[in-house]
């Protein structure tokens, strides 16, 4: 692969850059940063300095920064961790050594956000307010988590990711790295499939579908083969519609409240209903 620098007008890169390679200096001064602090540095980017987050980083159309938590651990074994006030099981990040690692990683003005399973659910919208802004500093968890009081002291916004507990931060941090940055202009090369992805206006999206016609005796349906634009966006937004009801009544519920005639809401009630009848009876085999 050649090793001539490639110029993006703001800063020059290699072709045969490595993605660790993506978070060296020099980085743009202005474009949107993640700044994350982590006891695991080497895990970024990972998945982000792959396909488009990865190209945008290159680019210079967003920043990703690491701190290591562990530099600033106390005593000869730098210790980042100690035993739970009021007993209990496993270890919590001191709040000594989480406040020093904030203040080098800087990100004056930035939200801080902690990621956890306690936090508020990690939603479409707000990764759009997050890309909308300069940027954030995320903080990977570990152990039992981080002393209350240096969330408080930073007024740490906590963010969950999901119900479920992983072994740290790090996982859930590059889910809404990705999440957002896919959300900055110019990252996606299609800015248009934005407005008809899952979410994109309270609905999960509609079935896709591609060539060929016919795959193993299933027909894409016939209104997408019709070249009537119409008709396929009205099918397209009562599957979206359907699909929503069906899976995520919280969705809907919220959907419904400002889009929904009570009539159609019926009649997809009924939809739904007729294919699940169906699903069961040709899954269970005692039908």
Same mark, same amino acid.
């Given at each position: 692969?050649?090793?001539?620098?490639?110029?993006?007008?703001?800063?020059?890169?290699?072709?045969?850059?490595?993605?660790?390679?993506?978070?060296?200096?020099?980085?743009?001064?202005?474009?949107?940063?993640?700044?994350?602090? @982590?006891?695991?540095?080497? %895990?970024?980017?990972?998945?982000?300095?792959?396909?488009?987050?990865?190209?945008?980083?290159?680019?210079?159309?967003?920043?990703?920064?690491? @701190?290591?938590?562990?530099?600033?651990?106390?005593?000869?074994?730098?210790?980042?961790?100690?035993?739970?006030?009021?007993?209990?099981?496993?270890?919590?990040?001191?709040?000594?050594?989480?406040?020093?690692?904030?203040?080098?990683?800087?990100?004056?003005?930035?939200?801080?956000?902690?990621?956890?399973?306690?936090?508020?659910?990690?939603?479409?919208?707000?990764?759009?307010?997050?890309?909308?802004?300069?940027?954030?500093?995320?903080?990977?968890?570990?152990?039992?988590?981080?002393?209350?009081?240096?969330?408080?002291?930073?007024?740490?916004?906590?963010?969950?990711?999901?119900?479920?507990?992983?072994?740290?931060?790090?996982?859930?941090?590059?889910?809404?790295?990705? %999440?957002?940055?896919?959300?900055?202009?110019?990252?996606?090369?299609?800015?248009?499939?934005? %407005?008809?992805?899952?979410?994109?206006?309270?609905?999960?999206?509609?079935?896709?579908?591609?060539?060929?016609?016919?795959?193993?005796?299933?027909?894409?349906?016939?209104?997408?083969?019709?070249?009537?634009?119409?008709?396929?966006?009205?099918?397209?937004?009562?599957?979206?519609?359907?699909?929503?009801?069906?899976?995520?009544?919280?969705?809907?519920?919220?959907?419904?409240? @400002?889009?929904?005639?009570?009539?159609?809401?019926?009649?997809?009630?009924?939809?739904?209903?007729?294919?699940? @009848?169906?699903?069961?009876?040709?899954?269970?085999?005692?039908?």
């Amino acid at each position: 692969m050649s090793e001539t620098p490639k110029s993006h007008g703001r800063l020059s890169i290699r072709a045969s850059l490595q993605p660790r390679d993506l978070m060296a200096e020099p980085q743009v001064k202005g474009a949107w940063a993640a700044h994350v602090v @982590t006891l695991f540095p080497e %895990a970024f980017p990972g998945i982000l300095g792959l396909s488009l987050t990865g190209r945008a980083l290159a680019e210079g159309l967003w920043n990703l920064r690491t @701190t290591d938590l562990r530099p600033f651990g106390i005593g000869k074994h730098r210790n980042v961790d100690d035993t739970p006030a009021g007993g209990g099981a496993g270890m919590v990040i001191r709040p000594d050594v989480m406040d020093a690692a904030l203040r080098d990683a800087g990100g004056g003005g930035l939200p801080v956000i902690y990621l956890s399973p306690r936090g508020k659910p990690f939603t479409q919208a707000r990764a759009r307010e997050l890309a909308q802004g300069p940027g954030m500093v995320l903080i990977c968890g570990r152990f039992e988590g981080v002393d209350q009081r240096v969330l408080d002291a930073h007024q740490v916004e906590e963010i969950s990711i999901g119900d479920y507990v992983l072994t740290g931060g790090e996982l859930a941090a590059q889910v809404l790295i990705d %999440a957002t940055v896919r959300l900055i202009p110019r990252v996606l090369g299609n800015q248009d499939s934005l %407005a008809e992805e899952s979410f994109s206006d309270g609905l999960l999206e509609h079935p896709q579908y591609t060539k060929p016609a016919l795959w193993e005796g299933r027909a894409i349906p016939e209104v997408l083969l019709s070249g009537n634009h119409a008709a396929i966006a009205t099918w397209r937004r009562d599957m979206a519609e359907r699909l929503t009801k069906e899976r995520r009544p919280d969705l809907w519920r919220a959907y419904g409240e @400002t889009h929904m005639d009570p009539t159609k809401d019926r009649q997809l009630s009924g939809a739904s209903d007729q294919s699940r @009848t169906y699903r069961e009876q040709t899954e269970d085999p005692k039908r």
